[in-house]
């Protein structure tokens, strides 16, 4: 028996496929390019060849693009991120008390005391310190961003960036290089300065205690964990499967979702999630909600809408 998680993000969209006992068996982490339909379709489409649908016992969708998703798979649990990444933690380790999680778009912070998320907050506004703000520096400066973390490890005088805004740390960063600083110590200081960016932001005001996770595509890098350690004064944890945890926090949702309900899955299937699908989008008129409604489509056929609050499209006429 399998469990399948969705998370669909404005950067990339990560498939897990979880055993019975709740161990990742296959792992995939897809750009989503602004395509979710697309990519969701092509990661099924790799599923196909190695599993059945009668072995897939729950699915689970979480993240931005989690109703699209959903609509799409035919899930049995739809939640938040915050809910899958801190059950997700949780499963992995049960002393945890504050997740970090920073990704593409978008950075959060979870606060966790006695095994329940009791704060938490997201900074969706601000690009600095994301890891499509870490992306753009490391092209800018030539560097593969696989390399940015070891290089800022190198440094033995960061310099001090403005990181309280993308445009002043970019700004400020190019200044440094050319009245003639050192890469390693340019890095660095960006790390620190995206550090500090985030704890002003999105830890503000927040209890910070260990055991702390790590987590999102930017755990990858060490210089940022380095830099979090240092300003902190604590040890942070990177989980094994720390850029795909809130696909396995939806996988297992739906798994406790289908036994508590003791019904079968309502997944529609391989062939199903990898047919012809697109969607389009059209702002209803009907009240002053001005509801922007999604319309997907099946080889020119109707197959449902969502994104209403009335339900008036919730069928195809």
Known sequence: MYYIGVDVGSVSTDIVVLDENMKVNESMYLKTKGRPLDIIREGFKKLSYKYKDEEIKAVGATGSGRQISSFLIGTDAVK????????????????????????????????IRNGIVTDFAMNTVCAAGTGSFLDRQAERLSIPIEEFGNLALNSKNPVRIAGRCAVFAESDMIHKQQ???????????????LVRNYLNNVGKGKEIKPKIFFQGGVAANKGMKLAFEKELGMELYVPKNY??????????????????????????G???VSGDFNSKSFECDGCSNRCEVV?????????????????????CS
């Open 80 to 111: 938040n991120e915050i809910t899958a990444h801190a059950i997700a933690a949780l499963d992995a380790d049960k002393d945890l008390k504050t997740i970090i999680e920073i990704g593409g778009q978008d950075s959060k912070i979870i606060i």
């Open 179 to 193: 009245v003639g600083y050192s890469e390693e110590d340019i890095v660095r200081g960006l790390c620190e300065a």
């Open 243 to 268: 850029n795909v945890m809130g696909a396995i926090g939806a996988a297992i949702i739906a798994k406790n979702s289908v036994e508590k309900s003791k019904d079968v899955t309502k997944f529609k």
């Open 270 to 272: 391989f062939k199903m």
């Open 295 to 315: 319309k997907i489509i099946d080889r020119e056929q109707c197959s449902g809408f969502f994104g209403d609050r009335c339900g008036k499209w919730s069928n």
